[in-house]
């Protein structure tokens, strides 16, 4: 199969279809809606355990008794946003620093390669 196949065309066209509706189904999930805890915890791609101890230390409110205990879906990604981990990308000033240092030691190699006594071939 080759992408100007006639099938390969079709199963991308029904992939983004696929796509598109999960997506707009996921943007029509209610924040305050209840999932449980194992649903949460998929969701969040965490133990259930995890977020019992989230429960216990009061960052996400949980509703419901000891056993059916429940989160609200917008509750959960408010915690699933705070628990992102920043990672420094480009912006980064260290990364920058190493950047302007690497154009300095490149161009001085550069300026005395250039400048070095030509070798004789015998």
Request: glycine share 6%.
């Amino acid at each position: 199969m080759t992408s100007s196949d006639p099938r390969v065309l079709t199963v991308a066209a029904a992939l983004v279809a696929l796509f598109d509706a999960i997506a707009r189904e996921r943007c029509a999930m209610a924040p305050d809606e209840l999932l449980g805890l194992t649903a949460a915890a998929s969701v969040a791609a965490t133990s259930v355990r995890v977020l019992r101890a989230a429960i216990h230390a009061g960052d996400l409110v949980a509703y419901g008794g000891q056993r059916d205990r429940s989160v609200r879906r917008g509750e959960l990604a408010r915690w699933i946003e705070e628990r992102r981990v920043h990672i420094a990308g480009v912006d980064d000033e260290d990364l920058r620093r190493r950047m302007r240092r690497l154009r300095v030691v490149g161009d001085t190699r550069s300026r005395t390669a250039s400048s070095a006594p030509k070798a004789r071939v015998r």
